[in-house]
T-cell receptor
């Protein structure tokens, strides 16, 4: 079945550092890949979507890309701010004809001032 | 805009107790979901409801029941609370069951503690 692996459980950076979070996926179709962000005390919200058509998504200074060859997708930001501290989840849309989202385990990003 | 309201925000129960979590949305969305969030395990789907009179099991449905009382409300029942059940339960909605399901709108969660 479809799966998503997000190995970086915690990332700690300083303000203005470069952020790179990676996920790998397994699916039988051309996937739609998503990034959700969850701020403290809130539910997750959609940050970015990447499809095989556009290969890249950009929102709020974040950029998401995917690599079909290595079945991985990435979230990056050139210069993080303390306000970017949150949990970031990668996800993909299930390939089984269902529209269920399969989520990774999440990366807790802490940005130090 | 709209909002998803989950009640209660904190729920404390005894082992073996039946507990109910409630969710209301004012987006007028067709599809609603219940997810469980455990630390380090991401979000796992418990139940979802594609339309008002529909109920579907997710990967984690054992030990839970759900009820879609009307379009705007979706409840989750823990049939017999267990100590390893302590987690945050998130309700979500999407406009419908299709490409719109890529965009989920979440509530802020109910944190369950089992004594």
């Amino acid at each position: 079945g479809d799966s998503v692996t997000q190995k970086q459980g915690q990332v700690t950076l300083s303000e203005d550092d470069f952020l790179f979070i990676n996920c790998t996926y397994s699916t039988t179709t051309y996937p739609t890949l998503l990034w959700y962000v969850q701020y403290l005390g809130q539910g997750p919200q959609l940050l970015l979507k990447v499809t095989t058509a556009n290969n890249k998504g950009i929102s709020r200074g974040f950029e998401a890309t995917y690599d079909k060859g290595t079945t991985s997708f990435h979230l990056q930001k050139a210069s993080v701010q303390e306000s970017d501290s949150a949990v970031y989840f990668c996800a993909l849309v299930a390939s089984s004809g269902s529209w269920q989202l399969i989520f990774g385990s999440g990366t807790q990003l802490t940005v130090m001032p | 805009g709209g909002i998803i309201t989950q009640t209660p925000k904190f729920l404390i129960g005894q082992e073996g107790q039946k507990l109910t979590l409630k969710c209301q949305q004012n987006f007028n969305h067709d599809t609603m979901y219940w997810y469980r969030q455990d630390s380090g395990k991401g979000l796992r789907l418990i139940y979802y409801s594609i339309t008002e009179n529909d109920l579907q099991k997710g990967d984690l449905s054992e030990g839970y029941d759900a009820s879609r009382e009307k379009k705007s409300s979706f409840s989750l029942t823990v049939t017999s609370a267990q100590k390893n059940e302590m987690a945050v339960f998130l309700c979500a909605s999407s406009r419908d069951w299709g490409t719109s399901a890529e965009t989920l709108y979440f509530g802020s969660g109910t944190r369950l503690t089992v004594l």
